[in-house]
């Protein structure tokens, strides 16, 4: 090994060993110094975890909805909360499920594989004896629904072909009914009441959690398309869920399905369409601003606090070398060049902020795992990025805040240091 | 005994010489010459002491020597080199190989023991660290402080602070030592000890400049120049 690698190793580990003493000789200091990074990082983490919590709950929600899953629909879901621009379309029909599964058999080469029509309402209210569930999410539909959605059985089955055309008095529910109907007895076999009609319940969803912690499926009922209009009539909520063959593929299978409601409703080329083809990205396109401001705000707070943190930090190792002016003239006496009296105020620096950020993560650390032991539904998630940055802030705060007095340190003159009282 | 440069103390080499070597400083709008054309040599195994009044210029010449300072002008050799004309980090190089300084105020690191404050130059050289420790125990025995390695400067009495800080001096091996009033802060009794020792040093063929201003401390050198106003005023060998 040359002379200057050598050098270099032994004055960085000699720096390292009295930047731990000095940390360890005025710990209160110290401590109150790396206060404002503590803060920072805690922000800078907490932020992050934040979104990266929406992010996944928001694709846990999404894949509950299914990536292969379309929608054909009266209005539009990235312009929701514009209801007036879709008041005057005709409403969708459930027979163009049926219509469209016949278009698609004929096309060899179709990007769509299934079409099932739904109604449905989020205002039913379900019934067992004495038990009553409001704002229970009631939904007909055929029996093909399944291949076109997420979720499995936990008891009984799906109900049949044959069930859906007898248009048979059943039903199948989410977890949260039928705990809520049934907390102490099995739910199969038991009949519900939607409006005074009975429904026989024969099989019992797999608990699927919150839809962005809204719209939750364990809270639905359902039952065949037939059954369902004999309770609620043929005005409730309808749309055709379209299954298409390839998630990379979703524009073509749109373009495809956009198409086929065209010519099913007989729409001349020179008009707009009068239906909506839906996708779960739409909901993602409405969350980001929400997750950008969160982001904008969060680093606006986190800059601030390492700000004010990096000023602390410069105060005190400004103090430190004012503090060590005559160790700083004896060093160089005894041979120190420049760069090793800047090495070894940077390295106080970077530590301090380095401690302050390790402790910040570690605060942020226990605040996740509380939060996920006692709020077990809120979306919250430490990345291994979240720690890498955090831990690279700290050291760039340690080495913006320690440049100046460190440049200072390093360019005192000898002989005066010596003589510093 | 104390040093290894006795080898070479019978030829008589000149390691310093300074010629017209001038000081100023700018107080306001005046022109203070704290040395003024000082023409200047020391040959190998000198042992000098520098004494004068306050003011006459006797730490600027200190610190030009230990290449602390430049000179406004004038050359400053130092072994062949010329220190006048060097930037800070090729004087920190000089300091470490060079020179072996010793203070008034002794300037040992609290925090460290013996050892590790008499190794310090070692580290800015990019010595190994066990080459380090066993040199520093070296040095420390030649000092008479073998049985105090480990122990940190508020342990040791004023005199033994001293030693260590003539072991960090001697543990590179210098061309000269310097010490500036080294019985300035020391008792009599003690100070007697500390002379003793630098003219072991002597005999084993050190070169030693002394700042001192006690008539008493300069008469155990052999050569004694006395400044004033910047000037030389006096340059006796004994």
């Not at chain 1, 904008?296 to 943190?309: E, K, P, R, Y």
């Not at chain 2, 010595?127 to 402080?145: I, N, Q, S, T, Y």
Request: hydrophobic share 40%.
């Amino acid at each position: 090994m040359n002379l200057f690698s050598q050098r270099f190793r032994y004055e960085t580990t000699e720096s390292l060993k009295m930047a731990l003493f000095q940390i360890k000789a005025n710990k209160v200091r110290s401590f109150l110094t790396a206060l404002g990074v503590i803060i920072g990082i805690v922000a800078i983490t907490m932020m992050g975890t934040a979104i990266n919590g929406i992010d996944r709950g928001f694709d846990k929600s999404l894949a509950m909805l299914g990536y292969d899953v379309v929608y054909v629909q009266k209005s539009s879901w990235s312009t929701m909360g514009q209801w007036w621009r879709y008041r005057n379309r005709p409403d969708i029909k459930t027979e163009y499920a049926g219509q469209i599964n016949r278009i698609i058999s004929n096309n060899p080469r179709s990007e769509l594989v299934l079409a099932v029509a739904q109604r449905s309402t989020y205002q039913a209210s379900a019934q067992y004896r004495d038990r009553n569930l409001d704002q229970v999410f009631a939904l007909g539909t055929s029996h093909e629904y399944l291949q076109t959605a997420s979720g499995e059985l936990t008891a009984g089955r799906f109900f049949t072909g044959g069930e859906f055309s007898g248009n048979n008095m059943i039903c199948v529910i989410g977890d949260d009914i039928a705990s809520g109907l049934f907390p102490d007895e099995p739910a199969l076999g038991k009949e519900v009441k939607l409006k005074n009609r009975k429904f026989r319940v024969i099989g019992v969803f797999k608990k699927q959690g919150k839809f962005l912690g809204l719209f939750s499926f364990d809270n639905q009922i359902i039952v065949p398309l037939g059954a369902f209009e004999r309770v609620y009539g043929k005005d409730m909520f309808t749309s055709i869920r379209v299954k298409f063959k390839d998630q990379t593929h979703i524009e073509e299978a749109k373009a495809e399905l956009t198409g086929i409601m065209r010519q099913l409703r007989k729409i001349p080329p020179d008009e707009d369409d009068d239906f909506s083809v839906n996708e779960q990205r739409a909901f993602k396109s409405q969350l980001d601003p929400i997750k950008n401001g969160i982001a904008l705000a969060g680093i606006f707070i986190t800059g601030m606090s390492l700000f004010v943190g990096a000023i602390g930090i410069m105060n005190i190792t400004f103090v430190s070398v004012k503090e060590r002016t005559r160790e700083i003239g004896l060093r160089k006496a005894l041979g120190a060049r420049r760069q090793t009296i800047l090495l070894q105020f940077l390295i106080e620096s970077v530590m301090i902020c380095l401690i302050g950020g390790i402790t910040g993560l570690a605060i942020t650390l226990l605040f996740t795992f509380a939060i996920a032991r006692l709020v077990p539904s809120f979306p919250i998630q430490v990345s291994f990025d979240l720690i890498v940055a955090s831990l690279t802030v700290s050291v760039i705060t340690g080495i913006v805040s320690g440049l100046a007095p460190a440049v200072t340190a390093s360019k005192l003159d000898p002989a005066d240091s010596l003589r510093y009282e | 005994m104390l040093n290894s440069k006795s080898d070479s103390a019978v030829t008589e080499r000149t390691i310093i010489t300074m010629k017209s070597l001038c000081k100023f400083y700018e107080m306001g709008d005046q022109t203070v010459k704290a040395l003024d054309s000082i023409n200047l040599d020391f040959r190998l195994n000198d042992y000098t002491a520098i004494m004068g009044p306050s003011g006459s210029g006797k730490s600027t010449l200190m610190n030009i020597l230990g290449c602390l300072d430049t000179p406004t002008s004038g050359t400053y050799e130092l072994n062949g080199q010329n220190v006048a004309a060097m930037d800070d980090d090729e004087l920190a190089q000089i300091r470490n190989k060079e020179i072996g300084f010793v203070f008034q105020t002794f300037n040992l690191l609290p925090r460290l023991n013996c050892l590790r404050n008499v190794e310090l130059p070692l580290i800015y050289a990019g010595v190994a660290p066990e080459e380090r420790e066993e040199r520093a125990a070296e040095a420390l025995v030649k000092v008479g402080l073998g049985d105090r390695i480990r122990h940190k400067p508020a342990e040791l009495s004023g005199g033994q602070i001293q030693r260590v800080a003539i072991a960090r001096a001697l543990i590179n091996k210098p061309s000269i030592i310097l010490a500036d009033e080294p019985t300035g802060n020391l008792d009599t009794a003690t100070s007697h000890d500390i002379m003793n020792i630098f003219g072991a040093l002597s005999d084993a063929g050190n070169t030693i400049i002394l700042i001192t201003h006690e008539e008493d401390i300069a008469h155990y050198t052999r050569r004694i120049i006395r400044l004033r106003d910047g000037k030389i005023e006096s340059d006796e060998r004994q």
